[in-house]
C-alpha cells in the first residue's frame, strides 16, 4: 500500500527555514512524480513545488521561486522541501503528493495518493 509520511513543519519567525521531508513507500521506482502542496485556512489546495523521480526535474510556484528547493533523495525514497527567507504567508498545511506518471503537474486532482500533512507556521 502507498504510504507518504510527512515530518519536519513547524514554527519559525519570519526570515527563518525549515527543511520539511516527505517519506514514501509502495511506489514504483522512478515512474511517479512527487509535488508538495499546502492549504491555509480558507484558501483552496495549491502546488508548491514538484519533482519527476526519474530525471529530477523541478517545477515551482512563482510565490516560492528563488526560495524554496524541492530534492530527491534515491537511497532513501525521501523528498525534501528546503525553504528559506520564510514569509507569514507561507503559513499552511503542507502536503506531500504523489502520482504515478514521470510528467509534473500543478493540479491536486491529479496526484493518487496523499500524506497527512505537517503544520508550517511564520511568524511576524
Known amino acids: 500500500q502507498v504510504q507518504l509520511v510527512e515530518s519536519g513543519g513547524g514554527l519559525v519567525q519570519a526570515g527563518g527555514s525549515l527543511r520539511p521531508s516527505c517519506a514514501a513507500s509502495?511506489?514504483?521506482?522512478?515512474?511517479?512524480?512527487v509535488g508538495w502542496f499546502r492549504q491555509a485556512p480558507g484558501k483552496e489546495r495549491e502546488f508548491v513545488a514538484g519533482?519527476?523521480?526519474?530525471?529530477?526535474?523541478?517545477d515551482y510556484a512563482d510565490s516560492v521561486k528563488g526560495r524554496f528547493t524541492i530534492s530527491r533523495d534515491n537511497v532513501k525514497n525521501t523528498v525534501h522541501l528546503q525553504m528559506n527567507s520564510l514569509k507569514p504567508e507561507d503559513t499552511a498545511v503542507y502536503y506531500c503528493?504523489?502520482?504515478?506518471?514521470?510528467?509534473?503537474?500543478?493540479?491536486?486532482?491529479?496526484?493518487?495518493?496523499w500524506g497527512q500533512g505537517t503544520q508550517v507556521t511564520v511568524s511576524s
Open positions: 503528493a504523489a502520482r504515478l506518471t514521470r510528467a509534473i503537474t500543478t493540479s491536486p486532482q491529479a496526484y493518487d495518493y
Open positions: 519533482v519527476a523521480w526519474l530525471g529530477g526535474t523541478t
Open positions: 509502495g511506489l514504483p521506482f522512478n515512474m511517479y512524480t
